[in-house]
């Protein structure tokens, strides 16, 4: 062989060596595999021709290679498979521009993807994303490069969607902004209340869309550990929301953008505002009570209701007045103290109902009903009146009749400078208080041996009517329950289950009931307790435990100015003694105690365990009878706990 055609054959075989190196990069780079079949027999035929060429020369013979049929196949295939990965390459050049193309487009969208579209993904995830993609211009296969941006892409698509229906799931206004408030992401709410698209408000600063305002709502600095606190906002329509932002930050601490919340909160501030006006309400009737027990003059004693209703807060002013059944029918002003102008001076003071002369007080004396007016300023039956209450600010009023007996004697009235200020269990508080003003009046009037303090007048004073009775019962219960923090009026329980356990040990009607009045008040003394220390949990010191001893004889000291046909005072005073002298405030034992403070220290024991207090959960009857059941014949009297348990257990009785 010719040197020159050894130099041409090595030639050729380098050249194929490197177009086959060439042709593997670009295999690996477009994924093309049938470019990788026809390039690798192409060579393999390529390689074949040249051996058979190389021995030609050498003049060896071998088996086909001496075939000139064959050869010449040999080199037509080669060259046409040599051609075929040529096209291909030329192909795969061109896709791989468009595919580089194509690559730059992808990283521009997902570079202005939104944040949310990274949601479940960690840094090391978005790394390894980001730097895949840079290698399609680096040597990484581009088709590989472009599918798994086609499945982020979809991945995110997924993401987006699903995140989507999840931010719409929730009812209140939610809504993404960035460090410039400006709108990321909202969801239907949102977008419903700000009456816009998601089009619409995207880079938009939020308080330019909903809710509108002059700058972003500056809710108060979060506690570590302990979230938001959030702040009530009061929109042009009267609504209220609450608002609260959450700061969303990335694994390394680096702020992303802020999650916000408006909760719309009109309902039940409307609501905290009425529950609020009820328990002060209650807290007046109570103090008005307690300021009634300790004063024997009139004239004192209606001067200090009128002066506690407004110093509560809740009562612009407050009058009481008597009726004179002369024939100008006047109103003489007993007691009054407010922000208004002395009610005597008006020309038209008196009781009488007509247009001209017409005032809520007037009303609540001539027709003996409670009169409640919640716009006075606009109420047409008020004309001449009007001009009053808007010169003084009085909104709506609540007016009482004062009965002594059958006959009406006055009236007691509570203006608010609020309009629609009272409730129905607001006015129902009053009535409360304005019988009890009623009782004390009468008792005041029933001769020299009542005038220590707040006195019913005796039973037949008030011809027996247990009704009667019974209310002014209720508000000494109200007392105790304006002090309370408990929800349920667990008072009134102990008399309904006092009362049901007297009747299941066969006593007379009249026993029962009485026993269902002392129920009621039984902790009528706590009156005399700091708060503070009824509200205390866990353990008292001496001193407190001390206090809380003396509300029984408290109770005493109140009841027993009251003429009831039932030994209510005795009761209470007693109804914390047990059977063997372990009780107080005096220690006594057996029957020494009276069957109905027996009966009463059961049913407070089984209320004290079975509902929820300040030292621990709703526990329930059953715990409270297993309790009792323990204390059987020790703490308390055998016959009544048997009583107690057969009521609960064989005749299912529950609690009104």
Not at 57 to 81: E, K, M, P, Q
Not at 450 to 475: H, M, R
Not at 505 to 512: C, D, F, K, R, S
Request: net charge negative; proline share 4%; with cysteine.
């Amino acid at each position: 062989m010719q040197l020159t055609e050894i130099v041409l054959h090595s030639t050729s075989i380098i050249v194929v060596v490197i177009a086959a190196i060439l042709a593997l990069q670009l295999i690996r780079l477009s994924g093309k595999t049938n470019t990788w079949i026809y390039l690798s027999v192409g060579i393999l035929l390529l390689a074949i021709a040249s051996f058979e060429q190389y021995l030609e020369h050498t003049g060896i013979s071998a088996g086909l290679f001496t075939n000139h049929i064959f050869i010449d196949a040999l080199r037509l295939g080669t060259s046409v498979l040599m051609l075929v990965a040529v096209i291909s390459g030329v192909s795969i050049f061109r896709e791989r521009k468009m595919g580089l193309e194509l690559i730059d487009k992808q990283i521009q969208r997902l570079q202005h993807a939104p944040p949310e579209s990274e949601i479940g993904m960690t840094d090391s995830e978005r790394a390894t994303r980001q730097a895949l993609i840079r290698s399609g211009r680096s040597g990484v296969s581009v088709v590989t490069a472009l599918q798994y941006l086609r499945d982020e892409e979809q991945r995110i698509t997924q993401m987006l969607k699903d995140w989507q229906a999840t931010f719409d799931a929730i009812t209140i206004p939610v809504f993404v902004y960035d460090r410039s408030y400006r709108l990321i992401r909202a969801n239907r709410a949102y977008l419903e209340r700000a009456g816009a698209t998601m089009k619409d408000i995207i880079g938009k600063p939020y308080f330019d869309v909903f809710p509108k305002s002059d700058g972003p709502i500056i809710d108060p600095p979060r506690n570590a550990g302990q979230g938001t606190s959030g702040s009530d906002i009061r929109l042009a329509t009267g609504e209220i929301f609450t608002s609260r932002n959450y700061p969303i930050y990335s694994e390394n601490d680096e702020y992303r953008y802020t999650l916000h919340t408006l909760e719309e909160v009109t309902v039940v501030k409307q609501a905290e505002k009425s529950i609020r006006r009820i328990r002060l309400s209650l807290q007046v009737v109570a103090n008005c009570i307690r300021a009634m027990l300790r004063e024997s003059d009139e004239a004192q004693m209606l001067q200090t209701i009128c002066k506690v209703a407004v110093n509560s807060g809740l009562y612009r002013t407050a009058w009481i007045g008597r009726a004179e059944q002369d024939e100008k029918k006047t109103l003489h002003l007993l007691a009054s103290h407010g922000h208004a102008q002395d009610p005597s001076q008006l020309p038209d003071s008196t009781w009488g109902d007509t247009e001209d002369s017409r005032t809520p007080m007037g009303v609540a004396i001539s027709t003996g009903k409670t009169s409640v007016v919640q716009d006075l300023a606009h109420d047409p039956k008020f004309s001449t009146f009007r001009r009053f209450a808007v010169k003084n600010h009085l909104a709506s009023a609540v007016s009482l009749p004062l009965y002594q007996g059958d006959t009406i004697w006055g009236g007691i009235t509570f203006y608010s400078d609020e309009p629609s200020a009272f409730s129905e269990e607001e006015i129902d508080a009053l009535e409360i208080l304005g019988a009890s003003v009623a009782f004390g009046i009468t008792a005041l009037h029933s001769g020299p041996a009542n005038k220590t303090g707040l006195l019913l007048p005796s039973t037949q004073g008030i011809g027996k009517s247990t009704a009667s009775l019974e209310k002014i019962i209720v508000a000494l219960e109200t007392v105790i329950e304006a002090r309370s923090h408990y929800g349920t009026s667990n008072q009134r329980f102990v008399g309904e289950i006092g009362m049901a356990i007297a009747m299941e040990m066969g006593l007379t009607h009249e026993q029962a009931y009485g026993i269902r009045l002392a129920g009621i008040v039984h902790d009528i003394g706590e009156i005399n307790v700091p708060e503070e220390i009824l509200r205390k949990t866990g353990e008292l010191t001496p001193d407190e435990y001390a206090q809380i001893q003396g509300h029984p004889q408290a109770g005493y000291d109140i009841l027993s100015k009251l003429d009831l046909p039932w030994p209510l005072a005795q009761t209470v005073l007693q109804h914390h003694e047990r059977m063997n002298g372990s009780g107080y405030p005096n220690g006594l034992s057996g029957e020494q105690i009276q069957l109905e403070a027996r009966i009463i220290a059961v049913a407070d024991t089984i209320v004290a365990i079975a509902y929820q207090s300040q030292n621990h959960p709703h526990l329930g009857i059953p715990a409270a009878l297993v309790e009792v059941e323990k204390g059987k014949g020790t703490l308390f009297d055998p016959a009544v706990v048997d009583a107690a348990v057969r009521l609960f257990r064989e005749k299912n009785y529950q609690a009104p």
